[in-house]
């Protein structure tokens, strides 16, 4: 029963960053044993899946949530991997978007496009995979090309200063297609042979981001 469900939800329990220890936060969630269920007070949520904290550890992630997907790819269906959170939940760092191209692989992104490329190199004697990325942010709801060349956010030369909104990025148009679909006009679609060449896009993308650094995800950056 459980493949036949379109949409499955997983909950990533973080543990408390330095600052939250030093404000003297403690642990308000506890996770029902053997069972996908975690309480808060005397609130109980049941999800697909429940990771950390005394959950399965995260690192099964990608192996039970994201590998089905990339498996489905290639069999020609649509997949999506949403992170939903206030922030500071932990957004960035279990989708592995602050990617510096340096170790750091734990995060799904970089993990998704290791097996990609592994699956693409595993069948290129039969099959011709085209492979095109694209990267944007929604910010203020506008939306920025984060692979942009010509956009100014792109030319921020490091980390620190793509926390601030560049000025003068210019956002693209989300337009309704004929039949019905959404694009978005003009977002590049870079075509990608490799993984490297994938993560060199992921990376330029990550610092080119505008989201505000805040006091609960500050150490993500
Ligand atoms: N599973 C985890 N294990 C250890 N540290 C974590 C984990 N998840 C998040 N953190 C740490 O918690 C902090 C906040 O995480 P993160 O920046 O990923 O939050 P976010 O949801 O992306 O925030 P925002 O919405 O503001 O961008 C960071 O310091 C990050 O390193």
Known sequence: MENLESVRVAVNIRPLITTELLNGCTDCITIVPGEPQVQIGSHAFTYDYVYGGAGSPSSAIYDDCV???VDALFHGYNATVLAYGQ???GKTYTMGTNYTGEGGNGGIIPKVMENMFKRVEATKHST??????????????EVFDLLDSNSAASKFEGPSLAKHTAPGRLPIQIRETVNGGITLA???EAEVRTKEE???YLSRGSLSRATGSTNMNSQSR
């Open 67 to 69: 590998a089905p997907l």
């Open 87 to 89: 922030t500071g939940s």
């Open 128 to 141: 011709e995979i085209l492979i095109r990325v694209s990267f944007i942010e929604i910010f203020k709801e």
């Open 186 to 188: 003009g977002v590049t």
């Open 198 to 200: 994938m993560a060199s």
